[in-house]
């Protein structure tokens, strides 16, 4: 039969989704040998006051891949969500998490941990993990944040129930990239939050009137519920200001800091509490 530039055409879009499904399954079975043999390392970004002085860290996902090197969230993360493996993964990144934070506080840095947590770790048996590994560390709950998306809070059913069980534990609960899902205002008010991160698209279009509207009224919000505000994604003195002078407490991004290896942020940690330097 002949063969067409249609048929051609087919046979590229085949080749091309084989491509993509050996990928897919590579990455799938070089995730399990990673949770074994484990590939995997947290880099902390602190949190500041807008004066930019250290109040805590978010812990951040990183894959040390023996042949593909460090590899971040975005090229693994949604595929361990697909594969199941987030859950071990998940528990991994929540030891790790508390035992470093627990030795930096005994070495004397008064120093808080958030965690991510992708929507199918939030089930019942989260609880008994996150209890596990707060005992190990020897860390107090109060320590402990964990940072769930608003899309999770909306369309995860069993979310809101175990999200109330961990606050029970005296662990704070923090919604990410607030302003990207669709939670309504009556439905953030029964949610069992503690802080709204403004998620760093607002942040970064700042110099724009409707978006400092944006971070204006989330802010107002906040106060309103009597939660606490972190502004994510801070890159630029500019923005820092403009912040300031909304009365955002609290931020994170490059204009501080990036996310810095263990060691490193440790580094940081010292040099600012050291000098009392601000800013
Ligand atoms: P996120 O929780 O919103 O984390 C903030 C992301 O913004 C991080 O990207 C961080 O490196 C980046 N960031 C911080 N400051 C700035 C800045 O000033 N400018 C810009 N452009 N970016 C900034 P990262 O580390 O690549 O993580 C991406 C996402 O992956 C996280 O977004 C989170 O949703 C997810 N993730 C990270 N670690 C974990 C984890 O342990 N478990 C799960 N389930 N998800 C994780
Ligand atoms: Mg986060
Ligand atoms: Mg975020
Ligand atoms: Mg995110």
């Not at 560390?137 to 999200?163: K, Q, W």
């Not at 029970?168 to 609960?173: E, F, S």
């Not at 490193?264 to 330097?277: E, I, Y």
């Amino acid at each position: 039969a002949a063969r067409g530039p249609e048929a051609d055409g087919v046979g590229l879009f085949h080749a091309e989704l084989h491509r993509a499904r050996t990928a897919r399954l590579r990455l799938e079975a070089d995730l399990a040998r990673a949770v074994e043999t484990d590939e995997f390392v947290l880099h902390y970004q602190p949190v500041v006051d807008l004066e930019g002085r250290p109040l805590g860290c978010e812990a951040l996902l990183r894959w040390q891949h023996p042949e593909d090197g460090l590899l971040y969230p975005d090229r693994f993360v949604g595929v361990a969500e697909r594969s199941g493996a987030i859950a071990r993964i998940g528990a991994l990144v929540l030891r790790q998490a508390c035992r470093q934070v627990a030795r930096w506080r005994r070495e004397g840095l008064t120093v808080d941990v958030a965690v991510n947590l992708s929507g199918a770790q939030l089930r019942p048996a989260l609880l008994g993990e996150v209890r596990a590994a707060l005992a190990e560390a020897d860390l107090p709950a109060t320590a402990l944040t964990c940072e769930v998306t608003e899309t999770v809070l909306v369309t995860e059913a069993h979310a809101i129930a175990v999200l109330a069980d961990l606050r029970a534990l005296g662990v704070r609960v923090a919604v990410d990239d607030f302003g990207t899902g669709y939670s309504s205002l009556a439905a953030l008010r029964r949610l069992p939050v503690d802080v709204l991160k403004i998620d760093r698209s607002f942040v970064a279009a700042l110099d724009q009137p409707g978006d400092a509207a944006i971070v204006e009224a989330v802010l107002r919000l906040a106060q309103a519920l009597d939660l606490d505000v972190v502004a994510e994604g801070v890159e630029t003195e500019f923005e820092a200001r403009v912040l300031r002078e909304l009365g955002c407490p609290t931020g994170q991004g490059y204009r501080w800091a990036r996310p810095l290896p263990a060691e490193d942020f440790r580094a940081w940690w010292a040099a600012r509490v050291g000098t009392g330097a601000l800013v």
